[in-house]
């Protein structure tokens, strides 16, 4: 089993960038295809990216697409968001994921991270 541990959130101005760094380690420290979801409090996990082992695969949820970058460097089992041009609705807890098939349902991933939260005023 991989453990996850996100870095990176934090409260920011809209407009903005911030970069979500996820780290691995545990038994498999090369899961197959990761991801990006976010929560905010009284609604379900969202989809945010996800990528494969690798990087030349990547998906985005339409309300991030062009803004975010999901991207990996498994010589450092290090799972990335880049979010630039942040909106007061990007404002939520950032979690990432691991699991063995490539999927935008949060019940397909098999680890998760502990969370980090990002604020973006306006």
């Known amino acids: 089993q991989v453990q996850l541990v996100e870095s990176g959130g934090g409260l920011v101005q809209a407009g903005d960038s911030l970069r979500l760094s996820c780290a691995a380690s545990?038994?498999?420290?090369?899961?197959?295809?990761m991801g990006w979801f976010r929560q905010t409090p009284g609604k379900e996990r969202e989809f945010v990216a996800a990528?494969?082992?690798?990087?030349?695969?990547?998906t985005y949820a339409d309300s991030v697409k062009g803004r975010f970058t999901i991207s990996r460097d498994d010589a450092k089992h290090t799972l990335y968001l880049q979010m630039n041009n942040l909106k007061p609705e990007d404002t939520a807890v950032y979690y990432c994921?691991?699991?063995?098939?490539?999927?935008?349902?949060?019940?397909?991933?098999?680890?998760w991270g502990q969370g980090t939260q990002v604020t973006v005023s306006s």
């Open positions: 990528i494969n082992y690798g990087g030349a695969v990547t």
């Open positions: 545990g038994r498999t420290l090369r899961p197959a295809y």
């Open positions: 994921a691991a699991g063995s098939v490539f999927a935008i349902t949060p019940r397909r991933y098999d680890a």
